[in-house]
Nanobody, 120 residues
C-alpha cells in the first residue's frame, strides 16, 4: 500500500502565507513526479504545481510568483510554500505522487486533502 499524508492547511488572511507538506510512504520503488492540486467548492480539481524527480517544476498561471514547490527525495516529501495568498486560493489541497511500487505497478496516488481558507 501507498499512503500520502498532508499537513499544514488552515485559515489565513489575504496576503498571508501557509506551507503545506506531504509525506509518502509504503511499497514505493521509485517516485516520479509529485505535485499539488486543489479543488474549490463547485469546481473541478485543478493543478497547482508539480515537480519532477529531477526538480523540474510546473506551476498554474494563477500561482506563479507566489507559490513554490519543493521536494526531498531522501524523505519522499513534497512541500508547497504559499505566499501572498488570495481568497480565490481557498480550496482543498491534495498531494499527488506518480510512482512505481515495489510490485511493479505505476500509477497516481493521492492524499486525503487539507483545507486552505483565505479570508478577505
Amino acid at each position: 500500500q501507498v499512503q500520502l499524508v498532508e499537513s499544514g492547511g488552515g485559515l489565513v488572511q489575504a496576503g498571508g502565507s501557509l506551507s503545506l507538506s506531504c509525506a509518502a510512504s509504503g511499497i514505493m520503488f521509485r517516485i516520479n513526479s509529485m505535485g499539488w492540486y486543489r479543488q474549490a467548492p463547485g469546481k473541478q480539481r485543478e493543478l497547482v504545481a508539480t515537480i519532477s524527480k529531477g526538480d523540474s517544476t510546473n506551476y498554474a498561471d494563477s500561482v506563479k510568483g507566489r507559490f513554490t514547490i519543493s521536494r526531498d527525495n531522501a524523505k519522499s516529501t513534497v512541500n508547497l510554500q504559499m505566499n501572498s495568498l488570495k481568497p480565490e486560493d481557498t480550496a482543498v489541497y491534495y498531494c499527488n505522487a506518480n510512482l512505481l511500487t515495489t510490485d511493479w505497478r505505476t500509477g497516481d496516488y493521492w492524499g486525503q486533502g487539507t483545507q486552505v481558507t483565505v479570508s478577505s
